[in-house]
């Protein structure tokens, strides 16, 4: 199998990457494809003891720079039939491998199979399980499901090439490129889920889309118009217009703030990010801090 793993300028964190992946219990050969994103390629030190078959391709971003175009530049440059992906500050645990591969032999219909997640952010781990039974389209329609994290993800490379498409490259700041890979994956058949903590995601205060509010909006705007089901599904264009509405209030657009945040209420009265769209709006309360506070346990806004 071939994993991608884009990078720019983290060397120690891609090395502990690189290595959780190679050191996987798996009986056949494992390819890491790192790419390079607006870096120059370098060599990557390996451990001498790995199992034979393990190996590692150094390739340069040829496509779009980001997130998005390095993903696809990876899956690309990929030599085997199942394709993983991983970011580079993040870890897979000791058996992700091989849980995932059978679960994929049992649901060979399945379009991914994707793992629970341990959140790690100020210390601690926060774990996160993945949901047992199948995820269709309207799942995600409904949920972001914060738990198939794209760092879990293994998937037939053919699949990706012939029926769900590479990564969306045009989607402003690449905001949310995985979100809609996954709308697009699980349109074409379910996702199923190894439901224990596989993978380790590292989130950090000075995370890149961290009050880049401006580019989430416009990325969530990019999601809505692709998909027109959201409109079917009242409460996951609720979630989507809470997330916009929040974003306007950390630009300090209290109007458009307000404006969002009840569309999203006309749509799922219940929907938390309006309200907090809301008290942001006011200016009495801030959205770095409610975005601090929710890491804490492991979630997001």
């Keep these: 199998m071939s994993v991608t793993i884009p990078t720019r300028d983290r060397p120690q964190l891609l090395a502990r990457a690189v290595e959780a992946i190679l050191t996987q219990d798996h009986d056949g050969p494992i390819e890491c494809v790192v790419v390079f994103d607006q870096s ?8 001498s003891d790995l199992p034979a078959g393990r190996t590692v391709k150094a390739v340069k971003n040829t496509r779009k720079p980001g997130l998005a175009g390095a993903r696809n530049s990876g899956i690309l440059a990929a030599s085997n039939p199942i394709m993983g992906f991983c970011d580079d500050d993040d870890e897979w645990l000791p058996g992700k491998l091989a849980a995932q591969l059978s679960l994929m032999d049992q649901h060979p219909g399945a379009s991914v199979v994707a793992t629970g997640i341990l959140v790690h952010f ?3 781990d926060r774990t996160r399980p993945a949901p047992r039974r199948p995820l269709n389209h309207g799942d995600f329609l409904e949920d972001r499901i914060m738990e198939v994290n794209p760092c879990t993800v293994l998937s037939r490379r053919e699949l990706i090439l012939d029926r769900i498409g590479l990564v969306d490259e045009e989607i402003p700041g690449g905001y949310a490129e995985d979100y809609e890979w996954l ?35 416009d990325g969530l705007l990019y999601v809505l118009n692709r998909h027109p089901g959201f409109s079917q599904h009242p409460r996951g264009l609720a979630r989507i217009q809470g997330q ?31 309200y907090l769209a809301l008290a942001c709006s006011t200016g009495l309360v801030r959205n770095d801090s409610v975005v601090r506070f929710a890491k804490r346990f492991g979630r997001n806004v």
């Design 122 to 124: 100020n210390g601690r």
């Design 183 to 217: 709308l697009r994956a699980s349109a074409v058949a379910p996702i199923r889920c190894v439901p224990e903590p596989l993978v380790r995601i590292y989130w950090h205060s000075h995370s890149f889309y961290t009050e880049q509010w401006r580019v989430i909006i």
């Design 244 to 274: 916009i509405a929040f974003a306007y209030a950390g630009l300090g657009e209290y109007p458009r703030a307000r404006s969002w945040a009840r569309k999203a209420l006309r749509h799922n009265i219940k929907e938390k990010r309006a």
């Design 40 to 47: 120059e390629p370098h060599e990557i030190p390996l451990r």
